[in-house]
């Protein structure tokens, strides 16, 4: 839509997405799953994930996509409770789009 562009996007977080800090996100099913190359279907992140780290600390997903019907979806962006953040989901696909004027649910990322 020209009158409201697309402004930012956010990939959707899924198991096996990465931290800046080196955690690697677990992803219990909950019924939404995102279907990557070859087939493979890896579940949504949500927020209160687990993000387990090399050392075996781990650390749960803070925020995400903000007031949705039911659990919030993590994204690439999504800060953990130790204060690191998600920066890079295995799937390319799916996406939070953000459009000029929109307006965005109070915790968006926060």
Do not use: M
Not at 59 to 72: F, V
């Amino acid at each position: 839509n020209l009158a409201h562009p697309v402004t930012a996007a956010y990939l959707v977080a899924t198991e096996g997405s990465l931290t800046r800090d080196g955690g690697t996100v677990f992803s219990e099913y909950n019924g939404q799953q995102i279907e990557i190359e070859g087939g493979v279907r890896l579940n949504v992140s949500l927020v209160s994930d687990e993000v387990r780290y090399p050392d075996g600390a781990s650390a749960k997903i803070s925020t995400g996509a903000g007031n949705t019907s039911g659990d919030s979806v993590a994204l690439v962006g999504s800060s953990l409770d130790n204060g690191d953040e998600i920066i890079s989901s295995p799937q390319g696909s799916v996406r939070r789009s953000v459009r000029a004027g929109e307006s965005l649910p109070e915790n968006f990322l926060k």
